[in-house]
């Protein structure tokens, strides 16, 4: 089959509205008698509440409203944000909200929350990881959970959860999980290895860092629906989110997702209910739009991570076994954590003769984790490709070689226990090898080095729906409910225009609420073009045969001797027999027409996941007196099954390279041994700024997904995943300091250079 | 990050400025680089902000063996001035160019760059070296503070309420002499996790401050700059320990002194 319009590069559908600020953000919308949000948060890590005094704050002008938890129509008892949005009886972290101001404008609202004064009566804060999990220690929260959480785990990952084994292990109450998967003795494996690799690898908490913080409108209409207009990467979850927690049916919710400034998997549900709970108390219209400090204070970075792990393999190169115990801190979150996840993607795209992984969720008083692009991946893979490289040495072998040797190809089965799907591990590694960064390895100045490591997302999976309609003069419309987060709608566009035998240029994509779009779940888990775009198709070509049957009792040609090509349906062979859709669409969107509308419905529900992969080559100086890390040139190959659009894939793969270059050298937020927030402001937490960020190669390899739209994939994850330890084994080569702890600051590598 | 309400005035002359300023906690303010972030954090609650950006202090001229810097030239001003091309002055571009980012540079001022007194600001390193004095006016008259002796600590200055930086009197150096700034850079914020400058003169001999590492910016005693360095009270935190600062200082300052001396070869 013909597969016209895909492949070429073409700029993004929403990109001249946001250059021209023509977009419209949640923040922007007019809503008539808007009250404004502001939120008092709790100074102290961890505490009990004893009082909020709210007299002066409500004796200011312009306020409305002080809200404490008990304000709240909340119907739920739980102790997740969700369920509690203002902290209730306990403060469990430094920047939890504990009150609301309502004020009729922002400062109002600013200037009474400074006279909001919350009487806390401090407990013992927990902000040490390995500490927070020996038998005995305090307790980060004292009270107790009434019930669970919501389901925001199944949205990131399609990886099992391995099982809550039976071996018993002394462990603190702070440990809220514990995930174990063996697989043979791989310590008996390892053991007998020619060669033994170990470390302790730590990672901090690390910022989604989106250009716009998070931020949610609330209002009731009249007929008492609950309209929630805001920034967050899913619609549906949102409102099962909002049912649950004010104790609404579905249908008195609807949310509008609104164009997104980002989110990285830090926009779930966080502060909605804030929002809602506020209009819902005062039946009248709130907004809540978070400074950056509130938004650094009291959102739901990236876990912290503590891994030990060890690895073995044979003279030839041939894995053996590997063993790893993964310490992740939760902060508060009880609901999920990612060790699952990461304890999963610690044996990498590998072949591994016996494993014994273990990861468990560790409660602490330090932010509420959430989920930031490829949650729990970075971490496992800075980890493993540091050893890998270091086996290599310790082998005599050529580290890409020797990831070749081990790398899966589709039917290996992985530490899951499920066989791998079409992966391109082989391909990507083969990509770097053949680069000629890596041959430039052997002739480089003193004191610079070229790294490699790989890394891969699973990849999710989840039922999806979608709607495309034909217009009378010949345009498509694609319904969506997903929220683009990451040129999305760049690729459906290409998938309708190609299903359909339509140009793109024709082609345009609304974005739908929970009330009136077809499904699709969050935009996470890189799942949006593999899931959603597959239904997409389905409704384009589902909108074909519509408009083939209408062009067949016209031309009196059956349908299966007529194409569509560029908007206009013709014989197959005699071109010159043909109508336009555009005039089919005319003839049925009109009173008395014959035919029925041009419009499809499409729906997909894969089973198999389709992983991606990605490998990094990065070349870097080291000066060895201050210990700064400079980045000279980063090339990054990755499987992208198949490129709709290759310009955004090639975006994706540099702002997934770019934020893993974050991870290796800049971010960390940092907290004092009480558990008070060092880092909340861009004056204090860095990120990659262009002037740091050197020129970087982007391979695409194509691998098609079997059961992706025209053998595309979800991308967005899988280029962060192994970008810094490709910049730790580049600082290794060039110093032979090895870097255990992100991000890999001067002051480190300094420190690292004299040990 | 909204700052607590305030008043605006816009003053039209020195005078006007110094009338304006005699309210309590009135501040003044020029870029607003320093000012407005820490109102919007309010950690200043100036009671009127008192602009005096349109005042006269602007430009570089030459006046006998002195160069004069106008307080509220701007570091984009800085970057292009003639008598800067000189290796003798090189320090001065060299540091401006390293602040902040281009937004900044074209609205902060030197003048409030060292009112704020911030003690890892890069200029106030270069001036040190330099020799540079300010001339500062209230409504009790005028005076001349040489830089090392106007910042006093973690932004203080010897600054009073009604007083403005009205003046920067730089030394012309000897021909033959070269200058230099370098820096280690803290990644977030940019300023200086250690900077030092350099002024090397016709007979070789060095004059050096550094700054980021202690409460204020301060010239090192002696030849002995490694020595100095050791004695120094280095602060520290968990980004850069006391011990890396220190380390740091020593290899800026070296790389300064090496850089200014090359200069000083060209310089005539």
């Given at each position: 089959m013909s597969e016209p319009y895909i492949g070429v590069s073409r700029p993004r559908v929403d990109a001249p509205d946001k250059v021209t600020g023509a977009t419209r953000y949640a923040a922007d919308g007019y809503v008539h008698g808007l009250l404004h949000a502001r939120l008092v948060l709790s100074t102290e890590a961890h505490a009990r509440i004893r009082a909020v005094h709210r007299e002066d704050a409500l004796a200011m002008p312009g306020v409305v409203a002080v809200l404490v938890a008990a304000d709240l129509p909340l119907a739920t008892t739980g102790t997740d944000r969700t369920a509690e949005p203002l902290a209730r009886e306990e403060v469990v972290f430094a920047g939890q909200p504990v009150a609301m101001v309502i004020g009729e404008t922002q400062a109002a609202a600013e200037d009474a929350s400074?006279?909001?004064?919350?009487?806390?009566?401090?407990?013992?804060?927990?902000?040490?990881?390995?500490?927070?999990?020996?038998?005995?220690?305090?307790?980060?929260?004292?009270?107790?959970?009434?019930?669970?959480?919501?389901?925001?785990?199944?949205i990131h990952a399609g990886v099992d959860h391995g099982r809550a084994d039976a071996d018993q292990e002394q462990l603190s109450g702070n440990v809220l999980d514990r995930v174990h998967r063996t697989n043979g003795d791989a310590a008996a494996a390892i053991d007998a290895s020619d060669s033994v690799v170990s470390g302790t690898f730590r990672t901090p908490w690390v910022y989604q860092a989106y250009i716009e913080p998070q931020v949610s409108t609330a209002w009731l209409e009249p007929s008492g629906t609950l309209v929630v207009s805001t920034?967050?990467?899913?619609?549906?979850?949102?409102?099962?989110?909002?049912?649950?927690?004010?104790?609404?049916?579905?249908?008195?919710?609807?949310?509008?997702?609104?164009?997104?400034?980002?989110?990285?998997?830090?926009?779930?549900?966080?502060?909605?209910?804030?929002?809602?709970?506020?209009?819902?108390?005062?039946?009248?219209?709130?907004?809540?739009?978070?400074?950056?400090?509130?938004?650094?204070?009291?959102?739901?970075?990236?876990?912290?991570?503590?891994?030990?792990?060890?690895?073995?393999?044979?003279?030839?190169?041939?894995?053996?076994?590997?063993?790893?115990?993964?310490?992740?801190?939760?902060?508060?979150?009880?609901?999920?954590?990612?060790?699952?996840?990461?304890?999963?993607?610690?044996?990498?795209?590998?072949?591994?003769?016996?494993?014994?992984?273990?990861g468990y969720g560790i409660q602490t008083n330090r932010f509420t984790f959430g989920a930031y692009r490829a949650p729990g991946a970075p971490t496992a893979a800075f980890a493993l490709e540091s050893l890998l490289d270091e086996l290599a040495q310790a082998l005599g072998l050529d580290p890409i070689e020797l990831r070749l040797k081990n790398a899966v190809v589709e039917g290996d089965m992985g530490i899951g226990g499920n066989p791998f799907p079409t992966i391109g591990a082989v391909e990507v590694l083969e990509q770097v090898r053949d680069h000629p960064l890596w041959a430039a390895r052997s002739t480089l100045p003193d004191d610079e080095g070229i790294g490699v490591a790989a890394g891969y997302w699973p990849g999710?999976?989840?039922?999806?729906?979608?709607?495309?309609?034909?217009?009378?003069?010949?345009?498509?419309?694609?319904?969506?409910?997903?929220?683009?987060m990451s040129g999305v709608d760049s690729g459906f566009v290409v998938i309708a225009a190609a299903a359909f035998g339509l140009s793109p240029d024709k082609v345009r994509v609304v974005h739908a609420d929970t009330a009136t779009g077809p499904y699709a779940g969050a935009s996470g888990g890189s799942k949006v073009t593999y899931t959603v775009g597959r239904a997409v198709e389905g409704a384009a070509r589902a909108a074909r045969v519509k408009v083939l049957a209408a062009a067949s009792q016209e031309l009196e040609i059956a349908p299966d001797d007529l194409e569509v090509v560029d908007g206009v349906v013709r014989a197959v062979g005699a071109p010159g027999r043909s109508i336009t859709v555009e005039e089919l669409a005319k003839k049925t969107l009109r009173f008395g027409g014959r035919y029925e509308p041009i419009e499809g419905h499409g729906g997909s529900a894969q089973t198999v996941g389709a992983p991606s992969v990605a490998a990094h080559l990065s070349h870097?100086?080291?000066?060895?007196?201050?210990?700064?890390?400079?980045?000279?040139?980063?090339?990054?190959?990755?499987?992208?099954?198949?490129?709709?659009?290759?310009?955004?894939?090639?975006?994706?793969?540099?702002?997934?390279?770019?934020?893993?270059?974050?991870?290796?050298?800049?971010?960390?937020?940092?907290?004092?041994?009480?558990?008070?927030?060092?880092?909340?402001?861009?004056?204090?937490?860095?990120?990659?700024?262009?002037?740091?960020?050197?020129?970087?190669?982007?391979?695409?390899?194509?691998?098609?997904?079997p059961d992706g739209p025209f053998g595309a994939k979800g991308i967005g994850e899988a280029p962060v995943v192994a970008a810094a330890p490709a910049i730790a084994n580049a600082v290794a080569a060039a110093t032979g300091a090895r870097l255990h702890e992100l991000p890999m600051t001067p002051a480190r590598v300094w420190r690292a250079l004299r040990s | 990050m909204i700052p607590a309400a305030t008043r605006y005035e816009r003053a039209s002359d020195l005078d006007h400025a110094l009338e304006l300023l005699a309210e309590p906690d009135a501040k003044a303010i020029a870029g607003g680089q320093s000012l407005i972030p820490v109102m919007k954090l309010r950690i200043a609650r100036p009671s009127v902000v008192v602009d005096i950006s349109r005042l006269e202090f602007r430009g570089v001229d030459v006046r006998g063996d002195e160069l004069h810097i106008g307080p509220l030239t701007t570091w984009d001003e800085l970057l292009d001035v003639p008598e800067f091309g000189r290796p003798a002055l090189a320090a001065i571009p060299e540091c401006a160019r390293g602040i902040g980012d281009l937004q900044l540079r074209n609205m902060g001022t030197i003048g409030g760059g060292l009112a704020h007194a911030d003690p890892a600001s890069d200029m106030p390193a270069v001036l040190l070296t330099l020799g540079a004095a300010l001339e500062l006016r209230s409504p009790d008259g005028e005076r001349t503070v040489p830089v090392a002796d106007f910042i006093l600590g973690p932004f203080t200055s010897t600054l009073a309420d009604r007083e403005l930086i009205t003046d920067i009197a730089v030394p012309t150096p000897l021909p033959g002499s070269g200058s230099a700034y370098v820096s280690v850079e803290h990644p977030a914020s940019g300023f200086a996790l250690a900077g030092a400058a350099a002024l090397v003169g016709p007979d070789g001999g060095a004059r050096v401050a550094v700054t980021g590492i202690a409460g204020r910016p301060f010239l090192l005693a002696g030849d002995d700059h490694r020595t100095a360095l050791e004695t120094a009270d280095v602060f520290g935190d968990r980004f850069a320990s006391a011990e890396y600062r220190r380390e740091l200082a020593s290899v800026v300052v070296r790389r300064a002194v090496e850089r200014a001396s090359q200069r000083a070869k060209e310089d005539s």
């Open positions: 400074e006279l909001v004064f919350v009487e806390l009566d401090s407990l013992q804060p927990v902000v040490d990881l390995e500490e927070a999990m020996r038998p005995g220690a305090a307790l980060a929260r004292l009270v107790e959970e009434a019930e669970g959480g919501g389901d925001l785990e199944s920034s967050t990467q899913g619609s549906f979850v949102t409102r099962s989110e909002l049912a649950r927690a004010f104790g609404l049916s579905l249908d008195r919710i609807r949310v509008v997702a609104e164009p997104l400034g980002g989110a990285f998997g830090g926009k779930f549900a966080l502060v909605e209910p804030l929002a809602a709970g506020a209009a819902l108390a005062l039946r009248r219209p709130v907004r809540l739009v978070l400074t950056r400090r509130e938004d650094f204070q009291a959102t739901n970075p990236a876990s912290a991570q503590v891994t030990h792990l060890r690895v073995g393999a044979r003279k030839d190169g041939t894995f053996t076994g590997i063993e790893a115990r993964m310490l992740v801190d939760r902060g508060s979150n009880a609901g999920w954590g990612v060790e699952g996840i990461t304890s999963s993607l610690v044996a990498g795209p590998y072949r591994w003769q016996a494993h014994d992984v273990v999710g999976n989840e039922p999806a729906a979608a709607v495309c309609r034909v217009d009378t003069d010949g345009t498509m419309t694609v319904v969506t409910s997903a929220v683009d870097v100086r080291v000066d060895r007196e201050t210990g700064e890390v400079e980045l000279l040139r980063h090339v990054v190959a990755q499987d992208v099954g198949r490129a709709l659009n290759p310009a955004l894939v090639e975006g994706q793969m540099r702002g997934g390279a770019v934020q893993g270059i974050g991870w290796a050298l800049f971010e960390q937020l940092d907290h004092d041994e009480d558990g008070h927030l060092l880092t909340g402001s861009f004056l204090d937490y860095a990120v990659p700024v262009a002037e740091r960020v050197p020129e970087i190669d982007t391979l695409i390899v194509e691998v098609p997904a | -």
